[in-house]
Structure formats: C-alpha cells, structure tokens
C-alpha cells in the first residue's frame, strides 16, 4: 500500500520592501516571515515589481534584478509613448504576467546577503506594484497578476491592491496610523480607506502583528473579525550582537562612535511624528541627565518641527545624530546603550523594543498601540503625551543603577515570548485555518 506524503505548503511573498536600498520594519518583517517559512518546509517565492522588460532573455533577467536591486533610487518614471510606459498601460488593462529569475552561480551576489530572504524561487513582474496603484486609484480594481506556478498562498505583506489569481489571498496590515492619527502621516486617507475596506471584504484572511492592531482592523471593519488574525513576529537579532565580548565591545563603541559603554541613550526609527521624537527631545533638553542620546534614522516628510528641535539640540551637545547604519552595526549600538528611550505614539508591533530587550539592554517606552504587549513588565513605561513623565523616567535611568539592572535581567525573557519557535507555531495554525476554506478568487 502506497502512503501519500503530505505537499509542502506553497507560500509567495511579495518583495515590494525587500527591494528598498535601505529596508523598512516591513522589510525585516518579511525576511523573518521567509526564514520562518523555510523553517516549516515550506517552498516559498518571492515576487518583486522590477523593471525588467519581459522580453529580456532569461540570463539577462538575473543580472538586471540585482542590477536594480543595487540602485540607490530605483527609477519609476516612464516618458510618455515609451515602450515602458506603453507596458504599463497593458498591464493596467489586462494584469500582468510574472517571470521566473534564475538563480546562476556565475553571478556574485554576496553583497546582498543581508537584503535577500529566503527562497527557493524569485519571480519579477514588471512595474507591478505601481501599475497597480495607479489602476486602484482610477477603478478601485484590484490588478490581478499571474505567476508561473499558482502558490497555495499568496501572502502579501503590506496592503497592495492586487491578488494572484487561483491563490488564497493574505495581507498583512501592521497598524492603521493613517486612520488612527491622520495627522502623523502623508498618505492619501481617502485612498487608504478605500483599500482597508476593499482588502476587508475581498481578502481570505488578514494578518496582523499585535492584538492592538487586530482591534484597530475590526474597529474601522466590524465585518472582517472572522478573517483577522494576529500571529505577533519574531526579530533577527545578528548573533554577531550577542556573541561580542565586553572588552570587544567598547572598543567598538569607542574606536568608531566614541562613545562609552553604557554611556549614552538611544533611539533609532524614522524620525517622524508617530514617534514621538519632538517629546522626546523636549524631555531631554529638560532632563538632568548626563549621558547623551544617539539617534539614528533618517528625516521624514512632516517632520520640520522635530528638525528645528534636533538641530538645537544637536548645538547643546545632548543630542548626537546618525542617519544610516547596518543592521549589524545598529544592533552593537543597541548593546551597548544605557537604554532604549521609544516613547512612540503607535506601534504596529514594536520590534526596536523586542530587538533592544533580547540584547538586555533597558527600555523606556510608551503604554500606546502594541508596546504594552510586547514591553510587558519589562520595560518603563511612560505616558506618550506626558513630557514630565518621560523626563522623570530619563532621569531614573540615568541615576538609578538598579533599576537599569533589573530590567537588563527581564528584558531577555520577555523578548523570548516572540522568539523564531512560537512565531512558527502561530503561523502554522494560521496557515492552517487559511487553507480549510476555498480560495475567493479560484
């Protein structure tokens, strides 16, 4: 008698933030997702929205994705009549098609180690993400791609207007900040709104990363309850971080940042106003504190205020500023702070919190969004919107030794509740739930 070996689950992500030079939280959300998934024996693919003609031979495809792949400003312009633009409107009309990348070894693509999830196959379709947009935004239509193998699932990881056709659809939506706090962010709200309730009522399931995402979703969409589910996610903490000696370590910090260990605060994230940067820095100016505070991250849209604030700061010496580091390199920063300070107003998730804890590093953090979730105990929480409070708890970290070495102690612990093996066993059971109904869209 034959036995039938159970298929492995056939899960393609999209690989619409893995393509940014500089990555996003969504990004590493989906490099962990794929690692997870690998993890499951699942296959997994990834889809990107490269330009890449889709005449070009196949082993032209493969060295014009990481050609693209390495552009500091990925070109999205298409003059008028140009075959690009002419492509475009093809696939605004009738959907798109994508194409298998081959994977040569004669190409070296070890600078992109770090960027890359995992995968067993990439796929590209041209423009796809923009061309999609651009088709929501005049028909409220979903663009419909087709891949060269139709997955179990296709999982998106950010809300997109589109879906592959024959697949169960998944979106991840991590927080609804533009509908929460309008006025933090730059996004279109009508257009925004128009696709959390067409991706409410067309998804076959909605993923999300907190329960206080999951009650947002349900709050602007009653009727999506049954299809949301919230499978929390894990961090990519580089063992690099973990494993450095003490000595190693401040010399690092030393020879490269001149800083001392334990000798400053940190903060990194973009700076903008759901972060809550302009308190923060307001805090520190009043505080007695004596160490400096690090932040590191890029200047956003609406953020002229918080730069007007930065830039004076910057001047007393209180505030030091880097733009950019990588991710190895960011995470020996977070090592080797006095604390984490990361008063943000909303938080889908929380991951600089969860990456600071695992590596026993203090945090001081809001009670808004998800942070209570993945603080928990471990942290010092404090009222977003109250400057006093968040300088008194500047002031306790800065003075209280104690204090700083009990949350060292539980920070690790509680980060572990979100660590790589119960992350795998939430999305097995969500997959799993997933997969018990038809797809939508056969």
Request: glycine share 6%; aromatic share 8%.
């Amino acid at each position: 008698m034959t036995v039938a070996v159970p298929r492995p689950l056939h899960v393609t992500l999209d690989g619409f933030n893995l393509a940014l030079p500089r990555g996003t939280g969504v990004a590493t959300y989906a490099r962990t997702l794929s690692e997870a998934l690998k993890g499951m024996s699942a296959q997994v693919d990834v889809l990107y929205g490269f330009n890449i003609p889709s005449h070009t031979p196949a082993a032209l495809r493969e060295v014009l994705f990481y050609d693209r792949l390495g552009e500091e400003e990925p070109k999205t312009k298409a003059r008028f009549l140009s075959e690009r633009w002419k492509a475009r409107q093809r696939s605004t009309l009738t959907g798109c098609t994508a194409q298998m990348i081959p994977t040569d070894p004669r190409i070296d693509v070890r600078s992109f180690s770090e960027r890359m999830p995992a995968f067993d196959r990439l796929l590209n379709a041209r423009d796809l993400f923009f061309v999609a947009a651009q088709r929501y935004r005049a028909t409220r239509r979903f663009m419909t791609v087709e891949l060269p193998e139709t997955p179990d699932v296709m999982h998106w990881t950010y809300p997109f207007p589109i879906r592959v056709k024959g697949a169960r659809n998944v979106y991840t939506i991590h927080d609804l900040v533009p509908l929460r706090l309008p006025h933090t962010t730059l996004d279109d709200k009508s257009y925004y709104f128009r696709l959390m309730t067409d991706l409410c009522r067309h998804a076959d399931a909605i993923c999300t990363v907190s329960e206080a995402s999951k009650r947002d979703i349900i709050a602007f969409s009653p009727q999506a309850a049954p299809i949301v589910h919230n499978t929390y996610q894990t961090i990519r903490t580089p063992t690099v971080s973990l494993n450095i000696s003490e000595e190693a370590l401040k010399d690092v910090l030393e020879r490269l940042y001149g800083l001392r260990r334990d000798g400053y605060y940190l903060f990194f994230g973009s700076i903008e106003p759901k972060k809550n940067i302009g308190r923060l820095l307001e805090a520190m100016l009043s505080s007695s504190a004596e160490r400096p505070l690090v932040i590191v991250g890029a200047m956003t849209w609406k953020a002229t205020g918080e730069l007007r604030l930065l830039e004076r700061c910057l001047n007393t010496g209180r505030v030091i500023r880097m733009e950019y580091l990588p991710e190895r390199d960011l995470m020996t920063l977070v090592r080797g702070a006095r604390a984490l300070l990361f008063p943000s107003l909303a938080e889908g998730f929380g991951l600089p919190v969860i990456e600071a804890m695992a590596l026993g590093t203090p945090v001081m953090t809001s009670r808004e969004g998800s942070l209570p979730e993945v603080g928990g105990d471990a942290v010092l929480a404090v009222d977003a919107y109250d400057i006093s409070q968040i300088t008194a708890a500047i002031e306790r970290l800065d003075k209280d030794d104690a204090l700083c070495a009990t949350l060292r102690a539980a920070g690790p612990g509680q980060a572990a509740r979100f660590d790589m093996n119960g992350y795998r066993t939430r999305l097995e059971a969500f997959y799993a739930d997933v997969m018990r109904a038809p797809a939508k869209h056969p």
